[in-house]
């Protein structure tokens, strides 16, 4: 096993770093992440979710997957968690702050389980893999607090690979006139106000190596869209 102190210079190379737990008695994730995902937040893969510190990258790391394992070898597996990035925070030089059930996840057993979370903190490697949603699309979620025709916000769910969203467009779809969304914080992306008709969410796609590439998805946002509503993208992003 090959161990570097830059991710970056080699994809499926371990980081060391350290990592903790949420201290609320929720096994699951929270519901007021810094990414804006809500209530998905917490149940998104099972609840095996993570805060990141330098790793949330002021939002763009929102929606990434990691394989994370910690180093004891009297309690650890060596297979450890595959966690989703829902929130930021740090605690005692922490690259993770997982839920209580992705920590205890990593452990051998539900005994090494009590004993890791005994500790609190501790030694961990992780890398970046793919996320995975077999039978789902990349969706978007409609902030409630939206207002047709406004103020559109939404959340996109569901981001597969291994790819970072870096910029979102919103596209009318009669004039085929788009224009490039602010994110607002985390995953969400704001327009005030939104063109009328029709909408097309069009992504930004970059990988390890800095290649860009624009995703268009294959269903458009009806006209009549709702506060709260989900809207199907019909497409994948795998690679």
Known sequence: MHT????????????????????????????????GYGTFG???NG??????????????GC????QVRCTNNNYCSDKGVTVVITDS????????????RAFGRMAQ????????????????????VPCSYPNRNITFKIDENSNNPHYLAFVIWYQQGRKDITA?????TQNFECRLLDRTYGAVWTATPPPSGSLSIRMLFRDDNGDETWVVPVNNIPQNWKPSDTYDSGVQVNA
């Open 42 to 44: 917490s149940t998104i």
């Open 109 to 128: 057993n539900t005994d090494a389980a009590t004993s890791l979370l005994a500790l609190g903190i501790v030694d961990i490697e992780y890398r970046r």
């Open 168 to 172: 979102v467009q919103l596209c009318e």
């Open 47 to 60: 609840g095996d979710v993570s805060a990141a510190s330098n790793l949330y990258q002021a939002g763009v």
């Open 89 to 100: 925070g740090s605690s005692h030089n922490t690259d993770f702050i997982l839920s209580r």
């Open 63 to 66: 929606g990434s997957c990691y």
């Open 4 to 35: 570097l102190g830059n991710a970056d210079t080699c994809q499926d190379c371990f980081v060391h770093s350290r990592a903790a737990y949420y201290p609320n008695s929720d096994d699951k994730g929270t519901e007021t992440g810094q990414c």
